[in-house]
């Protein structure tokens, strides 16, 4: 089974940066793809971006692009998301996901990943 943990949520004002991380736990953890998910208030939870666990492909969200970057550690096991730019339309609770399984290019939807955490908050004040 793996465990995902996220931290580093927190308040901020609009223009500053936050890096939210995700370190995951298994026995034997190798997943095809790392996501990061987010859910505002009332509203549905939304792709923001993943990457391949192997090789570099990353894929974001038309919403984050240019202002947000996954990075990751594979050795550490960890995944990164690098915040920069932040708006108040960006306060949400911030998930980042993990997919065991190949498939053709990285998937957003939030149904094609097996492994979630529990969420970090992220407020962006104006």
């Known amino acids: 089974q793996v465990q995902l943990v996220e931290s580093g949520g927190g308040l901020v004002q609009a223009g500053g940066s936050l890096r939210l991380s995700c370190a995951a736990s298994?026995?034997?953890?190798?997943?095809?793809?790392m996501g990061w998910f987010r859910q505002a208030p009332g509203k549905e939870r939304d792709f923001v971006g993943a990457?391949?666990?192997?090789?570099?492909?990353?894929y974001y969200a038309d919403s984050v692009k240019g202002r947000f970057t996954i990075l990751r550690d594979n050795v550490k096991n960890t995944v990164y998301l690098q915040m920069n730019s932040l708006k108040p339309e960006d306060t949400a609770v911030y998930y980042c996901a993990a997919r065991r399984r190949v498939v053709g290019g990285i998937p957003s939807g939030v149904g094609l990943y097996d492994f979630w955490g529990q969420g970090t908050a992220v407020t962006v004040s104006s």
């Open positions: 298994g026995r034997t953890f190798s997943p095809y793809v």
């Open positions: 990457t391949k666990w192997s090789g570099s492909t990353t």
